[in-house]
C-alpha cells in the first residue's frame, strides 16, 4: 500500500501546476497552431489562448550552433497540428485560466501545456518564468519525452534542441533588457 502511496505522490508531483489557475469554461472554437487557440467563453466572449511554459517551431531558423529548414519546420507543424487536432476538439468544452496573459487549457485531468512537452510535440520556452515550479515540472517531462524519442523526438531531435536553445537565448536576451 504505501509503495502504491508513494508513486501515487510522484506523479501527483509532476502535475502539481494542475491545480488552478484554471478560471473559467469555454468552448474551443479553432486551432491556429499547436499551441495557440481561440475559444469562446460565454462572459468574456471570443479569447485567445496561447499556452503557458511551452514553444512549438514557427518557422525556419539559423541560430550560431544550429538550424531549422523550411521543410522541417513544414513537417513538424503539420504532425504536431495533426497531434493536437486528434487530442483536443473543436466545439468542446473545456477549462482554462490565465496567467500574464499566457493559457491554460485543462483537458480531462491535465493541462494540455503538460501533454504537448509529455508526449514530445513542444518544448519549455523561457518567456514568462513567473511560475518555476510549473517550468522545472516542464522541463522534466520533456527530459522524459527526449529520452523516450515521443514525438518529434523521435525523427527531429536536432531541431528540437536547436529550437530550445534559441527560446533560451532568446529568453536571456529579454531579461537583460
Known sequence: MSRIFFVFLLVLNLYAYTIPPVTTSVILKYIYAPTLFSVYAKDYGMLYCQLYGIAMVSQS??????????RAVKEMRHFALTYTQNT????????????????????????????????????VQYF???????IEDLE??????????????????????????????????????
Open 61 to 70: 531558423f539559423k541560430s550560431e550552433n544550429c538550424e531549422v529548414s523550411p
Open 88 to 123: 483536443i476538439f473543436l466545439e468542446q468544452q473545456y477549462r482554462i485560466g490565465y496567467k500574464n496573459g499566457w493559457c491554460f487549457l485543462q483537458n480531462g485531468g491535465k493541462f494540455f501545456n503538460a501533454q504537448l512537452v509529455e508526449n514530445g510535440y513542444a518544448v
Open 128 to 134: 514568462d518564468i513567473s511560475e518555476p515550479k510549473i
Open 140 to 177: 522534466v517531462l520533456e527530459n522524459i519525452a527526449k529520452t523516450n524519442k515521443r514525438g518529434l523526438w523521435r525523427e527531429w531531435e536536432q531541431e528540437m534542441e536547436c529550437l530550445k536553445s534559441a527560446l533560451r537565448g532568446i529568453a536571456r536576451e529579454m531579461i537583460e533588457e
